[in-house]
């Protein structure tokens, strides 16, 4: 459904954007769902366009019911994924001959963050549930700019920049769930998970190399602290008819507006790389989604094959060269089917095809093509035997 769940509310499936829905898991299943995506994207800009393909693992979770009226969950997503490689070669001027010289900037980045989380979702009354996931975020990445020019008397400078991360993040959830008649029911749902700082100290070397000597000058800097997270907020429904539609809707802020971030600049022969403010602009989200299902727990197997729908447009929050960074919007559509055998006829095989589309005057245009596959185990391991 496009990323939808603030609402989301399911016994046999792991909704871990918001923690509250943890309570709602059987209390006699163990529900087990890791998913993997593979995807292409065409990038466009001056009528020049390229294609990247790659695959990502998506996230493994599990969720059991540790107590009555008490789920909790485990385990491991991305947080952030870094990779890219190109290049600019551009005119810096000419010599005595009148001949170009061209200088080329390459630039690449790599690595990324990994979370792992722990969370506990509680229904102290009927109808009401909170929760909350505990993560531990890890990881590093790296970025540079390689220069290089065509004349050889010409030095070159080279900036790598790169940055460790070890720190915590923190995700509280609500929903309430309000029976609207014997058919209808309206869950309600928030999360919150508070921005702070990741106590991260990232390094930019600069080389400056002298083609000609080869002998190189480099000098190192750190920006203390340079690095954060924003405090982020979501509030979401989610409607139920029958066990067998349901429809829901997000609203996401990212505020990324308040967050600082490490900027190497020039100062006269000098540098610096300090923690730099309004550097980005908060972020919002919306996102609509739904599902069908006529009967989950039907012994027809087409009866049980779930269709899912979702879209969802997102601001900016890059500034780039002082101009507004690329919006986004993207669509989804798939399947949840279901696995029947003689040993299991509970687990879901999920497969969906997903269009992301980042754009703004003036940039590279990205168009994204996805495909999402997840299979989602329900295993009865809580069961009791009964004999007659």
Same mark, same amino acid.
Not at 250 to 271: F, I
Not at 301 to 324: E, H, P, W
Not at 327 to 347: D, Q
């Given at each position: 459904?496009?990323?939808l769940?603030?609402?989301?509310? !399911?016994?046999n499936?792991?909704?871990?954007?918001?923690?509250? @829905?943890?309570s709602a898991? $059987?209390?006699?299943?163990f529900?087990? $769902?890791?998913?993997?995506?593979?995807?292409?994207?065409n990038? %466009?800009?001056e009528?020049v366009?390229?294609?990247?393909n790659n695959?990502?693992?998506?996230?493994?979770?599990?969720?059991?019911?540790?107590?009555?009226?008490?789920?909790?969950s485990?385990?491991i997503i991305p947080?952030?994924?870094?990779?890219?490689?190109y290049?600019?070669t551009f005119?810096?001027?000419?010599?005595k001959?009148?001949?170009v010289?061209?200088?080329?900037?390459?630039?690449?980045g790599?690595?990324g963050?990994?979370?792992?989380?722990?969370?506990l979702?509680?229904?102290?009354?009927?109808?009401?549930?909170?929760?909350?996931n505990?993560?531990?975020?890890?990881?590093?990445?790296?970025? @540079?700019?390689?220069?290089?020019y065509? #004349?050889?008397t010409?030095n070159t400078?080279?900036?790598?920049?790169? %940055?460790?991360?070890?720190?915590?993040?923190?995700?509280?959830?609500?929903?309430?769930t309000?029976? !609207? %008649?014997?058919?209808?029911?309206?869950?309600?749902?928030a999360?919150? @998970?508070?921005?702070?700082?990741?106590?991260?100290?990232?390094?930019?070397?600069?080389i400056?190399?002298?083609?000609?000597?080869g002998?190189? $000058?480099?000098?190192?800097?750190?920006?203390c602290?340079?690095?954060?997270?924003?405090t #982020?907020?979501?509030?979401?429904?989610m409607?139920n008819?029958?066990?067998k539609?349901?429809?829901g809707?997000d609203?996401?802020?990212?505020?990324?507006?308040?967050?600082?971030?490490?900027?190497?600049?020039?100062?006269?022969?000098?540098?610096?790389?300090?923690?730099?403010?309004? !550097?980005? @602009?908060?972020?919002?989200?919306?996102?609509?989604?739904? #599902?069908?299902?006529?009967?989950?727990?039907?012994?027809?197997?087409?009866?049980?094959?779930?269709y899912?729908?979702g879209?969802?447009?997102?601001?900016?929050?890059?500034?780039?060269?002082?101009?507004?960074g690329?919006?986004?919007?993207s669509?989804s559509?798939?399947?949840?089917i279901?696995?029947?055998?003689?040993?299991?006829n509970?687990?879901?095989?999920?497969?969906?095809?997903?269009?992301?589309r980042?754009?703004? %005057?003036?940039?590279?245009?990205?168009?994204?093509f996805r495909?999402?596959?997840?299979?989602?185990?329900n295993?009865e391991?809580f069961?009791k035997?009964?004999?007659?």
């Amino acid at each position: 459904m496009n990323g939808l769940g603030v609402g989301f509310r !399911m016994h046999n499936q792991v909704n871990y954007l918001n923690p509250a @829905s943890y309570s709602a898991i $059987d209390s006699a299943t163990f529900i087990f $769902d890791a998913g993997f995506s593979l995807q292409m994207t065409n990038f %466009s800009e001056e009528g020049v366009k390229k294609n990247a393909n790659n695959a990502d693992f998506e996230y493994a979770v599990a969720g059991f019911r540790l107590a009555r009226h008490l789920g909790i969950s485990l385990g491991i997503i991305p947080f952030t994924n870094v990779g890219y490689d190109y290049s600019r070669t551009f005119n810096v001027g000419s010599d005595k001959y009148d001949d170009v010289t061209t200088a080329t900037n390459i630039y690449s980045g790599s690595g990324g963050l990994h979370e792992t989380y722990l969370g506990l979702g509680f229904e102290p009354f009927k109808g009401f549930s909170i929760g909350f996931n505990a993560a531990y975020i890890w990881g590093n990445i790296t970025h @540079s700019v390689v220069n290089s020019y065509s #004349e050889s008397t010409v030095n070159t400078v080279s900036k790598y920049y790169t %940055s460790n991360i070890n720190n915590y993040r923190l995700t509280f959830g609500a929903q309430y769930t309000a029976q !609207m %008649s014997r058919r209808n029911a309206i869950t309600v749902g928030a999360t919150f @998970s508070p921005g702070h700082k990741l106590g991260s100290d990232p390094t930019c070397l600069v080389i400056n190399r002298n083609s000609q000597t080869g002998v190189a $000058d480099t000098a190192r800097y750190v920006a203390c602290n340079a690095y954060e997270l924003p405090t #982020e907020i979501s509030a979401g429904f989610m409607w139920n008819y029958a066990g067998k539609l349901r429809f829901g809707a997000d609203y996401n802020l990212q505020k990324w507006g308040a967050v600082v971030t490490p900027v190497y600049a020039e100062t006269g022969n000098d540098g610096s790389y300090t923690a730099t403010e309004n !550097m980005f @602009s908060d972020r919002h989200k919306v996102t609509l989604g739904g #599902e069908y299902v006529n009967d989950e727990r039907s012994r027809n197997f087409f009866q049980r094959i779930r269709y899912r729908v979702g879209a969802s447009y997102a601001t900016d929050y890059l500034k780039i060269n002082g101009k507004n960074g690329p919006k986004e919007l993207s669509v989804s559509a798939g399947f949840g089917i279901p696995i029947v055998n003689g040993y299991n006829n509970r687990s879901i095989l999920n497969i969906s095809g997903q269009w992301v589309r980042n754009s703004a %005057s003036g940039l590279i245009r990205e168009n994204t093509f996805r495909i999402n596959v997840g299979l989602t185990f329900n295993e009865e391991w809580f069961s009791k035997w009964k004999m007659q």
